[in-house]
């Protein structure tokens, strides 16, 4: 932990002490050495257990590469604050980290799940060294879109890069990973293809190879102005430019969608393995932003590689309704992984989704 000071208060969020952390990690994707990353962390109200309060990571989902988009600077957005605030409830401390680059120097790594996996344990480990009496070494890591992958990624890595830390459970919701050897061919996952503005977030977040041409040189003259503002605004800002200026793949690039999907690596791909700890994996129905069949290739994948998991789906909930929908049942699996208690294992019983269903209405969050 390099600093902490309290952080203003967030009525979403009824934590006993709420702090902006400073803390170290290592890049993995420029070789930077050891750089600053900064986070968020939370205490539950009431007197810690014997040993400390057990530690949930939050990975919070795509909110742009600025560093003005970062929890720590802005606060979090009302659906994830509800989501820690549940956490805190249970008795459970939240560490959120921004990621690498995102409120700190240097270019944030988006969806690359070995740095994001980093930020994810490096903030973990700072929050235990900084509060060794009030925290517990009792891990359970849970991330959402962005953070699905961080989250699966923190856990992959967490037995070579974090083998001190003690992780329980993983959680991840609106499955963003893809496993290229996997049983089932996910394709894109988008159901109308990746909006520009996420490619060009990939484009100035280390999507591009080192030799690859500069992201200006990809991008026609519309493109540009929502390249130029993905480099200083968060996405609410970006999704208006990019509908102002009628953007799409094949107008916002240089020979459109072909030429943009060859030159960006597939950073999400992750290798077919075994997990270290207990899987949960949730996906809203009605999902528009990464496809219930997406997913489910994803969960397919991960049962082929022998994980013992349990996969949750939820009628007529989307991409951001799954946060908070899922959390009842998240907590049951994290409590039964506690006690000690067997967990339904999905594998044997999967279902291919269809097509994404429409949303629930009057639903909090669930748009």
């Known amino acids: 932990m390099l600093r902490e000071e309290p952080m203003k208060h967030q ?10 952390i400073l803390y170290t990690s290592r890049d993995v994707r420029w070789d930077a050495g050891i750089v600053p990353v900064s986070g968020t962390l939370y205490f539950p109200q009431g007197r810690a257990p014997s ?62 799940w070995q740095a994001e996996g980093r930020s994810v344990l490096d903030s973990v480990r700072a929050a235990l060294q900084a509060h060794p009496q009030q925290l517990a070494n009792r891990l ?20 070579g890069y974090a083998p001190e830390l003690k992780l329980l459970a ?7 990973a893809t496993f290229p050897h996997g049983p089932v061919a996910a394709g894109d996952g988008r159901i109308h293809g ?26 026609t003259d519309n493109g540009a102005k929502l390249l130029a503002r993905a480099r200083v605004s968060c996405m609410p800002e970006l ?50 932003t990464l496809s219930p069949y997406h997913q489910y290739a994803a969960v397919a994948a991960l049962c082929a590689a022998g994980n013992p998991l349990e996969w949750k789906t939820y009628q007529g909930i989307t991409h951001n309704g799954i946060v908070n929908t899922a959390f009842a049942d998240e907590l049951t699996f994290v409590q039964a992984v506690l006690a000690g208690k067997p967990r339904p294992d999905s594998c044997g019983t999967l279902v291919v989704p269809g097509k994404a269903q429409p949303a629930l209405k009057d639903i909090l969050y669930n748009n």
């Open 140 to 159: 359970v890591i849970t991330g959402q879109s962005q953070g699905s992958g961080a989250s699966l990624g923190a856990s992959y890595i967490a037995p």
């Open 239 to 288: 999704g208006h430019v990019q509908r102002r200026l009628h953007l799409n793949a094949n107008n916002a690039f240089i020979g459109g969608s072909e030429r943009i999907t060859s030159v960006l690596k597939p950073v999400t791909d992750m290798p077919s393995a075994r997990f270290p700890a207990p899987l949960f994996l949730a996906t809203g129905l009605a999902d528009r």
């Open 194 to 219: 990746t909006p520009p503005r996420l490619e060009m977030l990939r484009l100035i977040g280390g999507s591009l190879a080192d030799d690859a041409p500069a992201p200006e040189s990809l991008v």
């Open 51 to 112: 040993g400390g309060w057990p530690l949930v990571a939050w990975a919070h989902g795509t909110l742009g590469v600025a560093d003005t988009c970062a929890p720590s600077w802005t606060g979090h957005a009302p659906r994830d604050a509800s989501y820690i605030n549940k956490w805190l409830q249970q008795g459970f401390a939240v560490v959120a980290t921004d990621y690498q680059g995102l409120g700190g120097p240097g270019p944030h790594p988006y969806l690359i």
């Open 11 to 20: 009525p979403e969020i009824a934590a006993a002490q709420s702090r902006r």
């Open 170 to 176: 993983t959680i991840a919701s609106g499955l963003v």
